[in-house]
């Protein structure tokens, strides 16, 4: 049986190489190449693949967005995320969307192949990196989330703003925010201004 796919990527070096990995193989069959969310989904109804390859950072309407969008068309394809990117604040909102499956660009054509195989039949697929991390975050003791406060004055400190200037923006004194950011420290398990902002940002809390 040939599997139908819908490549989508920003980069057209990555769309024809993916295109010249599969179409050397007998049972795939590349229908088309997207450049963003929009035309993935558009492409998506209108070809209706099996698999979907989708990239997660693209200008305009990005990869997460497209995923939810098809999921909430109830398009039949199953949506593998073919990415860069490992992070919890990737990860998480593209499963959570909808995506079957999550592979590393720099995973082998042989996993490629046999995640896509995998995917078309329903399979979760997960690569070797995400599935740890995704299991340690499971075994690791529910994390208190910050509160609504403690989220502004980190972004605040993101953009540079000293203790002193950031109570001065949010009207309250300079002691309450110090205890505002040992409690965020607390919480995202660091020790400094400088690794709060970093974990807040790795977690999606802080958008840049």
């Avoid at 980190?154 to 309450?176: D, M, P, V, Y």
């Amino acid at each position: 049986m040939t599997i139908t796919i819908l490549i989508t990527d920003d980069h057209p070096i990555v769309r024809d190489g993916l295109r010249g990995i599969f179409t050397g193989e007998p049972d795939f069959e590349v229908l088309g190449e997207a450049a963003n969310g929009h035309e993935a989904v558009t492409l998506a109804e209108s070809l209706r693949p099996d698999v979907v390859l989708m990239d997660l950072r693209m200008p305009g309407h990005d990869g997460v967005s497209a995923i939810r969008e098809l999921t909430k068309r109830k398009n039949p394809a199953r949506i593998l995320v073919l990415t860069t990117y490992d992070t919890d604040s990737d990860v998480l909102p593209a499963i959570e969307a909808g995506a079957t499956g999550y592979l590393l660009k720099d995973s082998p054509r042989e996993e490629l192949f046999r995640g896509v195989r995998a995917a078309a039949r329903g399979e979760a697929v997960l690569s070797p990196a995400v599935a740890s991390r995704i299991m340690g975050q499971m075994r690791a003791p529910a994390q208190e989330p910050l509160s609504q406060r403690e989220i502004e004055v980190l972004a605040l400190i993101a953009r540079g703003s000293t203790n002193k200037e950031a109570a001065k923006k949010l009207f309250i004194s300079e002691a309450t925010v110090k205890t505002h950011l040992l409690h965020a420290y607390a919480k995202l398990g660091v020790k400094d201004r400088a690794a709060a902002v970093a974990t807040a940002f790795e977690r999606g809390l802080l958008r840049g």
